[in-house]
């Protein structure tokens, strides 16, 4: 038997030198035969291809790179390109028959080709863009739009050495998206600098097995020396502890080495789209100054016509999902500078809610995975009373068990939820029913600042 496997190893490694020998023959005859050819044949020949085969080809060696960048070639693409679409490109059309007048020499055809590709994509999601869903306040076609989309992490160490990663793991929700990344090849925790997210549009070409060429627009930085201080310990399980570098960001480590297992974002659905496209490598999309609608009639104008909509998920399933509406805050009830909106009393039991499955965060790592219990991500999205995002979070949070029962009606074991950021903050109490087997919400309240309140209403509460 073991002569055998001898002899079969042999074999295979006889024909893997003979595949490699015949493959780098036929790569030097292509050479060869490309090398005397005339460049106006080569230049016609590569004229019938389309985009896509162009960067696929310029792959293949330097010769074939130089073909496939020749500038007419990207000319042409560009010209077909209008002649497909004139009615949408004017003033592309323009711009490029302008420049071929003057410039019949410029070297940017090819980034000019992208760009307009590009700029047809943005016309058609700006469209998408005003129509609001008036249940959440958000763009309807937002998911359809995000898919379209893709995010990378650039991770730099203390040499100023830059790694970017491919996104591992990606999970929308009705109002949010969960983003994972596998830090199996990252370097050590201690010696990372800052990690950037990047939201990334790629063109649709036809080239399998080749990267499209895309816009990157910075989103986020982390700078690892400031957050290491103020972290939070989130929770562990046998194998990793979990951090909180920012309330939308959590990083996991192997618990033995100290290394990075894995990072999540959780991004809420608001902006999201213009802040994953409309800014630039190095700098991030700004958000335009909206101003809500002055009314000095109604003495509490910026009190009441709160809609709520709040639902708690892991990184792979969503646990609960509620709206609430005309919410209110009485003038009396405003104290410790924020005003209170009470979604679900614990003396109203037609408002508790039950939560489909266990509190659990699960998390994989290539063939490894586990779960975090007692913890999961909450998505909130608070509307104005003209159904606009007043304000939005999408951050993980911890159930602790509560040893002094919150409300009297229950005398089964209770647990609280409680988020804090500088506008607002969230309490959610809870009971566990031994019988059914599953949590049940009996307390919701929201908190939002006085300060908020006054900034967009131009009060002064």
Same mark, same amino acid.
């Not at 004139?86 to 071929?100: D, K, Q």
């Not at 508790?352 to 999961?376: A, F, N, Y």
């Not at 007043?390 to 009297?408: I, K, N, Q, R, T």
């Not at 988020?419 to 309240?445: C, H, T």
């Given at each position: ?54 960067? *696929? ?259 792979? *399933? ?132 006085? *300060? ?10």
């Amino acid at each position: 038997m073991l002569e055998s496997g001898k002899t079969s190893a042999s074999m295979l490694a006889l024909k893997a030198t003979k595949s490699q020998r015949a493959d780098k023959h036929s790569r030097a005859s292509l050479q060869n035969f490309t090398e005397r050819l005339p460049y106006e044949i080569q230049n016609k020949i590569l004229s019938y291809l389309d985009a896509g085969a162009l960067l *696929c080809i310029s792959q293949v060696s330097k010769i074939f790179n130089q073909l496939a960048n020749d500038e007419a070639l990207w000319r042409n693409l560009c010209k077909r390109l209008f002649k497909k679409k004139p009615m949408h490109m004017v003033g592309e059309m323009l711009e490029i028959t302008t420049l071929e007048g003057h410039d019949q020499h410029s070297r940017d055809w090819k980034l000019r080709y992208f760009k307009t590709l590009d700029a047809g994509i943005r016309r058609k999601w700006k469209t998408h863009i005003g129509v609001v869903n008036r249940h959440t306040g958000l763009p309807s076609r937002t998911l359809q739009m995000l898919r379209n989309l893709t995010w990378e992490l650039t991770v730099v160490d203390k040499s100023k050495n830059e790694t970017t990663y491919d996104l591992s793991q990606l999970q929308f929700f009705e109002s949010s998206a969960v983003l994972c990344w596998n830090g199996s090849l990252w370097p050590d925790f201690h010696q990372i600098s800052t990690i950037q997210l990047h939201g990334v549009r790629r063109v649709a070409l036809n080239c399998p097995g080749l990267k499209a060429p895309g816009w990157r627009s910075l989103m986020d930085v982390v700078d690892m020396e400031s957050v290491t201080k103020s972290m939070q310990d989130y929770g562990w399980d046998e194998m990793v502890e979990l951090k909180l570098l920012k309330p939308d960001i959590v990083m996991g480590l192997w618990k033995e080495r100290r290394s990075v297992a894995f990072v999540i974002f959780t991004l809420h659905f608001y902006r999201l789209l213009e802040r994953s496209t409309q800014g630039s490598s190095l700098r991030p999309y700004v958000e335009p100054m909206v101003k809500a609608p002055f009314d000095d009639i109604d003495p509490d104008y910026g009190l009441h016509g709160y809609q709520l909509n709040i639902a708690l998920h892991s990184t792979e *399933c969503e646990l609960m999902s509620a709206s609430f509406s005309k919410l209110f805050c009485p003038r009396d009830q405003i104290c410790n500078g924020h005003i209170r909106l009470t979604a679900i009393n614990d003396t109203c039991f037609s408002q508790h809610t039950p939560l489909s499955g266990s509190v659990t965060l699960p998390w994989k790592c290539e063939e490894l995975q586990g779960k975090v219990k007692d913890r999961c991500i909450m998505t909130l999205t608070l509307l104005d009373e003209f159904i606009k995002p007043f304000w939005c979070v999408s951050s993980p949070v911890a159930m602790m068990h509560l040893e002094m029962p919150c409300s009297l009606f229950y005398s089964a074991e209770q647990f609280l939820i409680q988020y804090r950021d500088s506008e607002g903050q969230v309490l959610m109490k809870f009971v566990w029913a031994e019988q059914q087997k599953q949590f049940f919400l009996i307390n919701l309240v929201v908190y939002v600042t006085i *300060c908020k309140v006054n900034k967009y209403f131009r009060k002064e509460y």
